[in-house]
């Protein structure tokens, strides 16, 4: 089953992504550190072919730090530059800029060389809904100018932030694609937030993550939901006792799922479970150079 959320503001915001490609200097692409193949835009890898570019892997507290650490090497042994960040605690961003001057330094040298002063390195900020693109933007430039929410699909226009300083940024809105195929795909994109809730059934997206935090993270799940995964008990069972052991019950002390469900999601989603990733480039079959499914889809890079 396809999920097509693509809604007239994100094949809009598509177009001006294009358009504006030749007034900034590089592009950033925030993507989530805890699902990095799955939350980039392969439409936006087409679209941004031979411009400089730098991979921000948002939300890397929520992230486990020794995978995404080796999402950072594999990313970079693939020419591309990918850096963890949080944006809310403002971690990596010195990286960011330092980086960002870096790659645009020999056009501020022929600026030099011509006797003109280079303007403001301008930046675009573009990647899939939620992954902290707005953040990232407030963090880059210590005020918060553009509007921040914890649900996909805030940002609805290209507008510039200028932070007074060496950068200008531009915040876009979050772009899909239409028809996301891949059923992990789709999951990973509503754990972590990145498409609407309504598209799929919590319960579903709940229980298929439960069911990876127990073979990825099993002491984390024991640790918040007081279970035993190393017991004789199904991936069910042992979701069944989470529910019950916080509280989650319906009459003859029966669990309810849809409760934990949404009680699950919500901790999942904030951290409060621990430090979780739910890609790792070691298991993955698939290495990050694309996830369009058609076979000639490799030319993603961001950077050149
Ligand atoms: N923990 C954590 N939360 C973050 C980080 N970056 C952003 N967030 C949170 O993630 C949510 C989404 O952030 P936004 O900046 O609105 O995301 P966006 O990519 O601009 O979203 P759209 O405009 O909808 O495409 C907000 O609740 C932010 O506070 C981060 O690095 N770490
Ligand atoms: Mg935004």
New binding site residues.
Partial sequence: MNINWFPGHMARALREIRQMLSQVDLVIE?CDARIPLSSRNPELAQILQGKPGILVL??A??ADPAVTQRWQEVYRQSGLNAIP????RRSGLRQVVSLAQQLTREKQERAKAKGRVFRPIRIMVV?I????????INGLSSRKAAL???K????RHLSWIRTGGQLELLDS??VLWPKIAGRQQQLHLAATGAIRDDLLSQEEIAAATFIELLSCYPQLLQQRYKIDPAADRTSLQNMEDAARNRGCMISGGKADMTRFAVLFLDELRN?RIGRISLEHPDREPEKPKDNRSEPDANADKLER
Wanted: hydrophobic share 20%; charged share 20%; proline share 11%.
């Fill in positions: 925030t948002n939300k507290d929520l960040c949080d944006s809310i990647g809904p939620n992954t902290g693109k707005s953040a990232l921040t929410a914890d996909p699909g805030v940002t809105p979050g951290g």
